[in-house]
């Protein structure tokens, strides 16, 4: 049972997800991803700053060898409305791609426009596979044609903070996912 309380749960008005589901999400993905990349050359490729939590959960619960990189991206503009335009801020450099099996690892998925583009931006860029993992997803924000290959929970269009994901830079530390009260973001 979770017994983490701060002063950012103030600002929560419901938990949408809890600690223990969670874990229980991630542990089944990472059962499924285990077993998928037996015997491959696995490299978790962590997408800055909202999936760090959930790549270093992940990554603990897997049973197969892996690499882990990051790369840092941006389709957001100001506050809650994305931009529509993919921006690498931070690049992935290996000599080695030809040789990797990447998993991308996203802590949420809406439009789709960023995991479609990266998936094409590192097989143009020679990795051997990219596939693709959401911890949280929306299907009803795809503006592209677009499903991850793991997929943690589907959500519904609500703005979620916590486990990495934040508003501002804040809340990332909430050990839940929980639906942002309006009047934070709306100010």
């Not at 419901?14 to 050359?41: F, H, M, P, Q």
């Not at 270093?56 to 897997?62: A, R």
């Not at 439009?111 to 949280?136: E, H, Q």
């Amino acid at each position: 049972m979770t017994t983490h309380k701060s002063q950012l749960d103030n600002d929560i008005a419901k938990v949408l997800i809890t600690e223990e589901e969670l874990n229980a999400t991630v542990s089944r993905l990472a059962e499924e991803i285990s077993r998928d990349y037996a015997g491959k050359n696995l490299l978790l490729l962590c997408i800055l700053k909202g999936s760090i939590v959930f790549t270093g959960d992940l990554m603990k619960k897997l049973s197969v060898p892996c690499e882990i990189d990051c790369m840092k991206v941006s389709s957001y503009g100001k506050g809650t409305v994305s931009g529509g335009r993919i921006n690498i801020l931070l690049d992935l450099h290996r000599s080695d791609l030809t040789e990797k099996d990447i998993l991308i690892i996203e802590d949420i998925i809406d439009s789709g426009r960023t995991l479609s583009y990266l998936v094409d931006y590192l097989s143009l860029n020679g990795a051997r596979s990219v596939k693709t993992v959401a911890l949280l997803d929306k299907p009803s924000r795809r503006e592209v044609e677009y499903a991850p290959d793991y997929v943690g929970l589907e959500i519904p269009d609500e703005f979620v903070v916590g486990y990495g994901l934040d508003y501002a830079e804040g809340y990332r530390s909430l050990p839940y996912v929980g639906i942002l009260k309006p009047e934070v973001y709306t100010k």
